[in-house]
């Protein structure tokens, strides 16, 4: 395997891993805000 196909593959694995991230915290964050404006306005 050249070097230039392993340095795509990671950078493959990088983003996938940082869209996963994204989207935890993006969900996280919606949870927590919902939270928060159910016991503010509720």
């Known amino acids: 395997m050249t070097p230039e196909k392993k340095n795509q593959r990671r950078l493959r694995n990088l983003a996938l891993l940082s869209l996963l991230l994204l989207l935890v915290g993006g969900t996280f964050a919606f949870q927590a805000f919902n ?3 159910n ?4």
Request: charged share 0%; net charge neutral; no cysteine.
């Open 35 to 37: 939270t928060y404006a």
């Open 39 to 42: 016991l503010t306005f509720g």
